[in-house]
């Protein structure tokens, strides 16, 4: 049985959020249903308001699915408004049940990513795959990158969200986003981008090798 990924999440303060900004924190996850799909099919449901689930059927994109996800939340900050974010539990393994229903479904790629976001604690991203090595390598490199992420401001993380989903050289993207190469060279260095993309690159080799 191939590997899968499910990753569990709830948005940080979510009670400090605007009652008027809770239809667009809605929409916004809901979008992303359609939006992550250039990189890797997805199925994202909400429950409980402010919690989420999201089926990710390549089990090595789900790092930078969660990258994207924090990074998204983040571009989709209302002005005035600190960042939006939320705590993200990666849980890679096998799912010996797949309903209609994300939340009801059932295996241990859901058992690992919802015991993990239970024991988060004060981290907003953790990763479990079954596997000792690859968790014990893991753990330390995704901490990192978590600091990296929380420290985020709304520019760079809109900026990194674009870098990450269209995955073309600064010169494409900075056409893309109509601004000047060296203007997003700065802002690439300064939310580092060449660190994401050697924890994704690492991260995703791991995952082949499970």
Known sequence: MSLKGVITGDIVNSRKIMIGHRDLLKKSLE????ELSSVTPIRLEM?????????????????RIAIMIR???????????P???????????TVEYQAQQIIVSDGTAYQRSGFGLDHIGKRRLAVSTGAENVDYELAVSTMLLDDVITGWTVR?????Y??????????????????????LSKILIAAKADSIDAYVNRYELLIQQL
């Open 162 to 183: 674009d870098y990450l989903k269209e995955q073309v050289s600064q010169k494409k993207l900075a056409e893309y986003l109509s601004q000047s190469q060296q203007n």
């Open 47 to 63: 429950y409980r308001g402010d919690s989420f689930q999201v089926f990710v059927e390549n089990a090595m994109k789900t790092a």
């Open 31 to 34: 979008d992303l249903n359609t």
């Open 83 to 93: 960042p939006w974010d939320a705590r993200l539990s990666i849980g890679i393994g």
């Open 71 to 81: 990074a998204w939340l983040k571009k989709q900050t209302p002005v005035g408004n």
């Open 156 to 160: 760079q993380a809109s900026i990194m």
